[in-house]
């Protein structure tokens, strides 16, 4: 079974049982350095392939951009 959700404001599905580090491997972002926000709250890297994605979350995904 598929669910939906939102990243960065467009709808996506993503199966029932995915995780973050499932999310970010079906849009072609992993290895990036990046930060992962789900209904507002930050999801640190370590918690990635733990973090359950539920039906209706606001995904926003930044990539991180060097500087000095």
């Known amino acids: 079974m598929m669910m939906r959700i939102q990243v960065n404001g467009k709808t996506t599905e993503v199966s029932d049982d995915a995780t973050i580090s499932v999310l970010l491997t079906q849009l072609s972002v992993t290895g990036k350095r990046l930060a992962v926000e789900v209904n ?3 999801v640190p ?3 990635h392939t733990e973090f359950q994605l539920s039906a209706g ?3 926003e995904i ?3 951009i ?3």
């Open 40 to 42: 507002e709250d930050i």
């Open 45 to 47: 890297r370590s918690q």
């Open 57 to 59: 979350d606001r995904v």
């Open 66 to 68: 060097g500087g000095g």
């Open 62 to 64: 930044v990539h991180a």
